[in-house]
């Protein structure tokens, strides 16, 4: 009895082996049937047929992922004509090297043109590991591949070529129900006629929803979670070709783009056995296609989305669905000005200017009475690493108009920032704005600033209304600090000593600064746990991004460090010190001085070297000083090794190390969340990184901290400066400012 098992056993192994059909290889000789499936060689993905309702009635050639228990079809080859599931279907090699796929009556329901006359017997069809399944001539060429013929899914290593020159190659068209893989309503690519480089999510005809990439040669952005990235990269190629291509880093969880049933282009990522969404657009009903009418926009800053006017308008009706008007009419006859407004989704039909420098794009608009708007941006490429200029210009209403916060989701335009600055024409009125646009260039900044100044004892309605900054009078800063008596004094800035006082019926002026709490004692450790820093880390955060964007004048710091953040008594941070604070005309976005000033270690790299100066030279020096209220270290601690003399290159290197968690501070080390912690320090590395192009936004910086669930780049090394003089160390300039000014900080409001 024995003895018989053996033969049988080789013999039942045999045939297991033979009729195994989940191999990843399709050949003439062997064709794909109903009971089939291929398996790609790393076994992530599967093709064969599938009935996606519980009644299979129907049978569809598909491609899904075979590791995860829930099936989902990425890929489907006969959509709109199934086979019967009653009869048998067959996927086949003719001798023409095309795939076609029939019942059991040999009528086709899907095939494949590859225009060959023959070679079919040395032709094969290969599921790769990617998901592409590509047919394969007998010298190795793809002669065709599913990848080139998406339908709803967009997957990693997927290049989907949106357009090419002024035509439309390929979009996504999504699943008629969730049930039903056949071609529904909603459909989504790029405007190839656009200069803006717009994806369009179409209903039927009728547009549903509109994102704006406001980068050109690479834009989306990459976003990662500890060592984990996903990168979606909009690539302008040679002859016009836009496409997009969505990569993942090893490691990275399974991760998808889909155009759901509902319209909405959606990016999830298989987390703790489910599909966890990432990012998804449109993500708010004011976010629908000029859902808040002409001069109207989206604002995606507030919890619940909502329609906003434009600066300078007025809703039409109760509300703003009705689109907005003016508040002063704007006519050829009547002087006007530009506003800049930051972080901005821009509106549809825009006219492209090429060839413009920034000061061209302002000059063209403002020749032109009609032009109501204007944007520029100067794209990056990254393989070539040049600077391309792109002006756009808006004539009438501006429609389908956004704002947003720095939120780094999929179809966000170039990391961190999801909008850009749009330049808006308003009527002059009597008062301040008509003398900034006369003064708001570079040349003028002084005059700008005496303006304002001005503006400020003269008029307290205008200060009020427009530069929201409150008045303080000389003699209340007297009397606040008792004639600036020595016991009311609590520090020593670098333009003078710096006081605290009573004004205002009760505001306090300043308190204490932070690094007078940097002893190491036992009321630091206390005061100082980590609630307490990550209080003050986000606190200054705020503070920066209401000087560069929420306040009407954008003002740069220039001197952001640990001696220039005062706390209250409940440990609430405000920045000090405005000696040698910048403030950026309307349409200004760099400023260069040929007298460098600040604190070295605090100075961003392209300041340091080229005077040049922006607000991610702010974000430079908040980053550094996140990293030292983190590590408890200053910049160039005596603490440090001599192999790491810098504060950014030891975190780097730990960072780099996968030690990060040792650069935090002993005293909280025990007692913090090792997990916001680590977050932070991702975020000092992001804002200390060489190119300022790589900085992220204030904005970005506060969505980064406040939401754990913001995928963030992997950082960069940061630019290395060997150590100096320490007498050196403070480098200021005191020509570049009048040393007759009083700063003050209120620590009511940023």
Known sequence: MAASCVPIFIVLLFLSSFCKSDDDTLTQAKPL????????????????FFSPTSSNTSLYLGVWYNTIPARTVVWVANRDSPIAASSSATLAITNSSDLVLSDAQGLASWATKTNIVAGGAGTAAVLLDTGNFVLRSPNGTYIWQSFDHPTDTLIPSMKFVASYGAQVV?????????????????????????????????????????????????????????DDSIVYQVNVGQGGEVSLTLNVSDGSPLTRIVLEHTGKLTSLSWINQSWVVIGSRPDAACGIYSSCGPFGY?????????????????????????GCRRTETLTCSKQSHFVALPGMKVPDKSLHIPNRSFDDCTAECNSDCSCTAYAYRSLSSVIARVSLPRCLVWKGELIDTGKYNGNTSFTAGTYPNLGENLYLRL???????????????????????????????????????????????F?????????????NQIGMGGFGKVYKGMIDGGKEVAIKRLSEGSRQDATRQHVLDWPTRFKIIKGVARGLLYLHQDSRLTIIHRDLKASNILLDTEMNPKISDFG??????????????????????YMSPEYMMEGSFSVKSDTYSFGVLLLEIVSGLKISSAQLTMNYPSLTNFAWKLWEDGKACELVDSSIFETCPLHEVLRCIHVGLLCVEDHPNDRPLMSSVIFSLE????????????????????????TRDYTENSMNTITITTLQGR
Not at 33 to 48: Q, R
Not at 173 to 188: E, L, Q, T, V, Y
């Open 33 to 48: 049937f109903s009971s089939d499936k291929l398996v790609s060689k790393g076994g992530d993905f599967a093709l064969g």
């Open 170 to 226: 390929g979009r996504l068209i999504a699943w008629k129900s969730s049930d039903d893989p056949s071609s529904g309503d909603f459909s989504c690519g790029l405007d190839p006629t656009s200069p803006a480089l717009q994806m369009l999510i179409r209903n039927g005809s009728k547009l549903y929803y509109r994102g704006v990439w406001n980068g050109a040669t690479v834009s989306g952005g990459t976003y990662s979670s500890n």
């Open 298 to 322: 989206c604002d995606f800053t507030k919890a619940v989305p909502v329609c906003q006017c434009l600066d300078g308008f007025q809703p039409n009706g109760l509300d703003v669905s009705s």
């Open 427 to 473: 009527a002059d009125t009597n008062g301040i704005k008509a003398h900034i646009r006369s003064a708001g260039n570079r040349q003028n900044k002084g005059i700008l600033k005496r303006q304002i100044l001005g503006h400020f004892s003269s008029s307290s309605e205008i200060t009020d209304k427009i530069i929201e900054f409150p008045f303080i009078s």
């Open 475 to 487: 003699e209340d800063v007297v009397a606040a600090t008792n004639n600036f008596s020595d016991s």
């Open 580 to 601: 040698m604070a910048t403030i950026f005309g309307e349409n200004q976005q760099q400023g260069n001085t040929a007298r460098v000033a600040g604190t070295y270690g």
């Open 707 to 730: 939401n754990e669930s913001a995928l963030l780049p992997s950082p960069k090394q940061p630019l290395y400066f060997a150590q100096i003089n320490c007498k050196t160390k403070e």
